[in-house]
């Protein structure tokens, strides 16, 4: 099993920034890659970004590239998400999530999810 712990979520103006966290604790070894998801209020889960441990490998939805970067500390079993330029449709609650798929983008590929932490973005 892996256990994931996210932090970091708040409230913050459109423009702004904030920054996501997400601890791995357990078998991290059966891990290949971990990712961020989204789900606003009466909408469907969905992908924000991706990354691959070997070789490190990013992948980004269309809707967040060029705003939102996602980086690991493996020291630190950890990743981040750097959310830049933040707009109201950014509002979600964000859930990091584990996988031994290395190039998983879908739900269905994670078998390990944190709990989520609520971004809100004001207009």
């Known amino acids: 099993q892996v256990q994931l712990v996210e932090s970091g979520g708040g409230l913050v103006q459109a423009g702004g920034s904030l920054r996501l966290s997400c601890v791995a604790s357990g078998r991290t070894s059966s891990t290949n890659c971990m990712g961020w998801f989204r789900q606003a209020p009466g909408k469907e889960r969905e992908f924000v970004a991706r990354i691959r441990w070997y070789p490190i490998n990013t992948y980004y939805a269309d809707s967040v590239k060029g705003r939102f970067t996602i980086s690991r500390d493996s020291s630190k079993n950890a990743v981040y998400l750097q959310m830049n330029t933040l707009k109201p449709e950014d509002t979600a609650v964000y859930y990091c999530?584990?996988?031994?798929?290395?190039?998983?983008?879908?739900?269905?590929?994670?078998?390990?999810w944190g709990q989520g932490t609520q971004v809100t973005v004001s207009s």
């Open positions: 999530a584990a996988s031994g798929v290395g190039y998983a983008f879908k739900s269905s590929d994670f078998g390990f």
